[in-house]
């Protein structure tokens, strides 16, 4: 079974570019969450999705970032325009349910570096 | 405030020693799921332990091992026997279910010395 899979690996864009992470979950996973981690600091909640529908945006930093699940399949994040502060690690996760013990099955992750 | 503290942004431990990983939280939700991730230099994120809020006994998976102490709101993570391949991030997790939410600690960095 393939995991959740993130594209690109890594990005360097200048600042005022625009950039668009994806990420395919586990097949059948209808919950779909975007992190990010900020170099030294924790893990922080971006936004989740169940299927095709934003569950809870609360994490998203302001309007520069537009989250999309068309389909309920995969997911884009795209930053537009990219500002310095926007680097870090984006990480997506996917979980079938939302229970407790429920875990969450991470990407590798797309390292987001702006100049 | 921080829902998962993380103190440790270090750490430092002897192969087949044993490490403790401190993590705190913050929760007013009677259930809550804590867990542990391991992020080796590859960058995946490897799910290690789960403990539920209302578990009687700390969860144990093989040389992990999480020492739940409820009153104190603390879930530290032993591993015992540490090998090199133990060498990575490490964070702390916890789902509160009322608010769905997936909150994560700053990560400690463990490394193993031969």
């Known amino acids: 079974e393939a995991g959740v899979t993130q594209f690109p690996s890594h990005s360097v864009i200048e600042k005022g570019q625009t950039v668009t992470l994806r990420c395919d979950p586990i097949?059948?996973?209808?919950?779909l969450y975007w992190y990010r981690r900020v170099m030294g600091k924790e893990i922080k909640f971006l936004l989740h999705?169940?299927?095709?529908?934003?569950?809870?945006e609360s994490g998203m930093p302001n309007n520069r970032f537009l989250a999309e699940r068309t389909g309920g399949t995969y997911s884009t994040l795209k930053v537009q325009p990219a500002e310095l502060e926007d680097s870090g690690v984006y990480f997506c996760?996917?979980?079938?349910?939302?229970?407790?013990?429920?875990?969450?099955?991470f990407g590798s992750g797309t390292q987001l570096s702006v100049l | 405030a921080q829902k998962i503290t993380q103190t440790q942004p270090g750490m430092f431990v002897q192969e087949k020693e044993a490490v403790t990983l401190d993590c705190t939280y913050d929760?007013?939700?009677?259930?809550?799921?804590l867990f542990w991730y391991k992020q080796p230099s590859s960058g995946e994120m490897i799910f290690l332990i789960y403990?539920?809020?209302?578990?009687?006994q700390n969860a144990t998976e093989g040389r992990y091992s999480l020492n739940f102490q409820k009153a104190r709101k603390s879930a530290n993570l032993v591993i015992s026997a540490s090998q090199l391949g133990d060498s990575a991030m490490y964070f702390c997790?916890?789902?509160?279910?009322?608010?769905?939410?997936?909150?994560f600690g700053s990560g400690t960095k463990l490394n193993v010395k031969p």
């Open positions: 996760a996917s979980s079938q349910g939302r229970a407790t013990n429920e875990k969450l099955f």
């Open positions: 999705f169940v299927k095709e529908s934003k569950q809870d």
């Open positions: 403990q539920g809020s209302y578990d009687q």
């Open positions: 929760t007013s939700d009677p259930s809550y799921g």
């Open positions: 097949s059948g996973h209808d919950n």
């Open positions: 997790a916890m789902r509160e279910v009322n608010f769905n939410k997936f909150y």
